[in-house]
């Protein structure tokens, strides 16, 4: 069974749907790589899984479960019981998941005393030896300093410390490594694996990079106008991508060989004026008649479905190349 099941998600603020229908699994000890441009509904997601929308935002219809248990609709009571928990969150920025006026070691020694129940000398233990693990150094005098005494890269650290303090089932990291260096982006990403590989916690890793995520993510969901509208195993959503967004966003990434990056013309869509049939047809290359039709998600391969009426032919042309009608009917070799 998934750890986290979520099925025909819908978020609303007043009349306004920012997520609709979105659905996929998330099983332990997988990485669930969730990508698209900001304002695309990927981090409203793990909001809407954690139970902190803000107001006036709502959970208007689908479900969330937890090992089997639907969490939508739970009082706030249980919802803190289960947060920091069984769902732990790290945030881009770590400035706002830590309090300026705490020690960090006071600080993920709270969550243990909260949720497991240890006194204050056994939390601060437990607090060190968290900071050891997730290799800040000299973790004993690092646990007295406060968050501005430390590095951006030390202080992301000490979130992801806070995270798995309670070795929850699930982790939501919302662009973890947005605010740092290219070095430290990778080293943030490798602790996140080994930690998970090591205590078997399903992460859903939040980005608007494709390419920051691709080395770390068994599965990729690839969101648009509150949707997913493509998602599968990494490997294929990476070298058959069947969505023309998606190949969008990997021809935007440096490669090799180009000389000037292409950028995803257009804008994207305003949700309280969606545009008929497929959200992505004003900005897409291919669109054509039938596009007037907003297509559910078309099976392409095995595990990999796609929201485009020409998922096969997308899917078949040369990874890399500009996405044109002409490439499209007449594959380049």
Not at 4 to 22: C, K, M, N, P, Q
Not at 41 to 67: C, E, H
Not at 127 to 137: S, Y
Not at 138 to 153: I, L
């Amino acid at each position: 069974m998934p750890v986290l099941e979520v099925r025909d998600l819908e978020v609303s603020f007043g009349s306004t749907r920012i997520l609709r229908g979105v659905s996929f699994d998330l099983e332990a000890g997988q990485t669930l790589g969730v990508v698209g441009e900001s304002g695309c509904g990927k981090s409203m997601t793990g909001f809407a899984v954690m139970g902190m929308l803000q107001v006036p935002g709502r959970i208007s219809g689908g479900s969330i479960k937890l090992d089997g248990r639907e969490i939508v609709g739970l009082p706030e009571r249980e919802l803190r019981n289960i947060r920091g928990k069984e769902i732990g969150l790290v945030m881009q920025d770590p400035f706002t998941s830590l309090n300026p006026m705490m020690r960090v070691g006071d600080q993920i020694g709270e969550a243990l005393r909260l949720h497991q129940g240890m006194d204050k000398r056994q939390a601060w233990a437990k607090a060190i030896e968290m900071l050891e693990k997730v290799g800040v150094p000299a973790p004993g005098a690092s646990a007295r300093k406060y968050p501005h005494q430390m590095s951006g890269g030390q202080r992301q650290r000490v979130v992801i410390a806070m995270a798995f303090a309670c070795r929850p089932k699930v982790l939501i990291a919302d662009e973890p490594t947005t605010a740092l260096d290219v070095t430290l982006q990778a080293q943030i990403l490798r602790l996140l694996r080994e930690l998970q590989e090591k205590e078997g916690t399903a992460v859903m890793l939040v980005s608007h990079d494709i390419g920051a995520i691709a080395s770390v993510s068994q599965r990729i969901a690839v969101f648009y106008a509150g949707r997913i509208v493509e998602t599968g195993p990494a490997e294929d959503v990476l070298r058959r991508a069947a969505m023309p967004y998606t190949r969008a966003l990997l021809n935007a990434l440096p490669q090799a060989g180009k000389t000037r990056l292409e950028a995803i013309g257009g804008y994207p869509p305003d949700f309280a004026n969606l545009p008929g049939g497929c959200p992505f047809k004003p900005r897409c290359p291919l669109a054509f008649s039938k596009c007037e039709e907003e297509p559910g998600l078309l099976p392409v391969e095995p595990g990999h479905v796609a929201a485009c009426w020409r998922a096969e032919e997308v899917r078949d042309m040369p990874v890399g190349k500009t996405l044109t009608r002409e490439a499209l009917e007449h594959p380049l070799t």
